[in-house]
């Protein structure tokens, strides 16, 4: 906690997505003087276009640990973040018959269960007895109990309002850049408001400055000279007016996930392994996506449509990150004093927003206050500083049994 008897640390926090939002009323309740700057709306990039999936179904333990404190999180903003709505709703892993990666999955359960999360294995028909699922071809299943859903742009939208309510500052529609500051280091934005220097921008020296902009993190920070392995890549979902109300289910043979959705049910993946433009992707949905997707329901449904194809609504492509070892870079940025990194979520940031918004918090605060000693508030395995920045790798999706079970 920050000595109050001496000035608050100030702190901008640049990004205002899930994890941006939450940094930032966690880092205000907690003392700090927050500024959040985001390029256009908050919430308006890739975690207004995510599932609104949550779980805490991992196997390596700190993966295992955030993500129970981000459902512990999540759980108690439901009760008490006006306009956010926590539901719950069980996850289930399900593999195909033939896919070797059903030999897989009893072991990743048992170390899921060894991290206390409540995972179990079914088998195919007790599966389908217990939900709407069509399970024949399933080799494996497995269901986690402590799972739910939200809606993403509410999430963002009340976790903003607890920021300005604990007095953060939110600036938007003010694109940054990053710089070297006299005593600290400095953004430089056409904010909106205060001075300006003669080129129209503004800039502001602050103790930290936390990069938490998710596909433009690579452009942010080599605009301050600094290379990070983290790549934008496209995936894909659709919603459909057919009536669902059984569990989140992601098919892992197929790469599919379906869930419920107040329209119907909202399904997806179609992810795109290859490097995208975050200031220029396609946002709309590829037609390969659609009928793959709707092909993949029609297996997996219990009572699926009669006749072709799918009663399809909206269909959308949004943008995740990837970095070399599908890890995040949480933690400071070497050879850039005061600077801080929270981006590579694989598709899985706004489910860890709770707890890794907290986590940046908690070390940024530590690391202005020299107070990390030994017991460095920063994971080992999120550490920027693990990579040289110019790495070259291929992308992998995030949702897989085989990612799940890495040690």
Avoid: K
Avoid at 58 to 72: F, K, N, P
Wanted: glycine share 10%; proline share 7%; net charge negative.
């Amino acid at each position: 906690m920050i000595d109050h008897d001496d000035p608050a640390p100030t702190v901008a926090v640049v990004g205002g997505g899930a994890v941006g939002v939450t940094a930032a009323a966690d880092l205000a309740a907690r003392g700090a003087t927050v500024t959040l700057y985001d390029r256009g709306d908050l919430g308006a990039e890739s975690s207004g276009r995510a599932a609104g999936v949550l779980y805490d179904a991992y196997a390596e333990d700190v993966d295992a640990a955030i993500a129970a404190r981000s459902m512990e999180r999540f759980r108690a903003f439901g009760r008490s973040l006006p306009g956010f709505e926590f539901t719950p709703c069980p996850y289930v892993i399900a593999v195909r018959e033939g896919d070797a990666d059903a030999d897989a999955v009893p072991a990743m359960v048992d170390r899921m269960r060894a991290h206390g999360r409540a995972v179990t294995l079914v088998d195919p028909e007790t599966l389908a007895d217990r939900f709407p699922i069509a399970a024949d071809d399933l080799a494996v299943a497995a269901v986690a109990a402590n799972a739910g859903l939200c809606d993403p742009g509410s999430y963002v939208a009340a976790v903003a309002a607890r920021a300005r309510r604990e007095g953060v500052a939110v600036v938007t529609d003010a694109p940054v850049s990053l710089s070297r500051g006299d005593d600290g280091p400095a953004v430089r934005t056409r904010a909106p408001n205060g001075s300006r220097d003669a080129s129209g921008r503004r800039d502001r020296e602050f103790d930290a400055v936390v990069v938490a902009v998710g596909a433009h993190t690579a452009p942010v920070l080599a605009d301050a000279g600094v290379d990070v392995p983290v790549i934008p890549y496209r995936v894909q979902a659709l919603v459909s007016s057919l009536a669902y109300d059984g569990p989140t289910v992601y098919d892992a043979t197929a790469g599919v996930y379906l869930r419920p959705h107040p329209t119907g049910l909202l399904a997806g993946d179609g992810t795109e392994p290859v490097a995208a433009d975050p200031d220029a992707y396609d946002r709309t949905a590829d037609d390969w996506f659609v009928d793959s997707t709707s092909a993949t329901l029609r297996d997996r449904l219990a009572d699926p449509p009669v006749g072709d194809g799918l009663p399809v609504g909206r269909a959308w492509a949004g943008l995740c990150t990837a970095t070399p070892d599908g890890d995040p870079l949480v933690g400071p940025v070497a050879d850039l004093d005061g600077v801080f990194v929270a981006a590579g979520w694989q598709g899985h940031g706004l489910m860890r927003a709770p707890a890794i918004g907290e986590h940046v918090a908690d070390g940024v605060l530590a690391s202005l206050s020299g107070d990390r000693g030994s017991d460095d508030p920063w994971i080992d395995a999120f550490d920027p500083g693990r990579f040289d920045g110019d790495e070259t790798f291929e992308i992998a999706e995030g949702m897989t049994v085989e990612r799940r079970d890495e040690a």
